[in-house]
Structure formats: C-alpha cells, structure tokens
Nanobody
Framework: QVQLVESGGGLVQAGGSLRLSCAAS????????MAWFRQAPGKEREFVTG????????KYADSVKGRFTISRDNFKNTVSLQMNSLKLEDTAVYYC?????????????????WGQGTQVTVSS
C-alpha cells in the first residue's frame, strides 16, 4: 500500500515557476514508477511526466517538454515536479501517481495509487 500527498500548488503568473512535491509512504516506494497527471475543468485527465523506479526513463508530454522536470528521491520517498515558463493552459489539478511496475508509461491505467491532487492556476 502506498499513500501519496501532493503539495506546492498555487497561483502563479504566466511565465513563472512552481515546484510540486509528492510525499509517499510505504516501504516499496523505490520499486515503483511514478508520474504526474493533470486534469483541467471539463477535460480528461492527461499524462504530464513520469519516471522509472531508478529515476531514469523519464517521459514528458509534448506540451511540457523543455519546461517541466520530474525527479525523485528514493531515500526521502518523494517525487518532485519543477514547472517553469508556466502557461495559462497549464492550469489544472495536478495528481501524483504510483505504479505497481518499475517502468513508467503514459497510461493512467498503469497507476494504482493516486494522491488527492493540488491545484495549479496560471494567471495572465
């Protein structure tokens, strides 16, 4: 069993930065692929970025490549998402997710543990 708690969301102006964190409980955290998804009002949940249990194999949605960076610390049981050059269209609830597999994919079906989400709002 893994429990995930996100933090770091908030209101930021376009072009600004935010750093999201996800704290995980559970002894097997380091065995799991992790990812961030987001869901904007009226839209489906979409993959943002993910990485393997080792921290390698990073994947990014095209819309965030070059602006967002995912990382993990298996000693601290945390996953972070650094978001730079934020755009209005980045506004969404961001969810941290953990897989029961070591390799990340973009499909939400792979991820069996989810955080409660944290709101990110980008203003003009």
């Amino acid at each position: 069993q893994v429990q995930l708690v996100e933090s770091g969301g908030g209101l930021v102006q376009a072009g600004g930065s935010l750093r999201l964190s996800c704290a995980a409980s559970g002894r097997t955290f380091s065995s799991y692929a992790m990812a961030w998804f987001r869901q904007a009002p009226g839209k489906e949940r979409e993959f943002v970025t993910g990485l393997n249990w080792s921290g390698g194999g990073t994947k990014y949605a095209d819309s965030v490549k070059g602006r967002f960076t995912i990382s993990r610390d298996n000693f601290k049981n945390t996953v972070s998402l650094q978001m730079n050059s934020l755009k209005l269209e980045d506004t969404a609830v961001y969810y941290c997710a953990a897989s029961d597999r070591p390799t990340a994919t973009t499909s939400p079906m792979q991820y069996i543990y989810w955080g409660q989400g944290t709101q990110v709002t980008v203003s003009s």
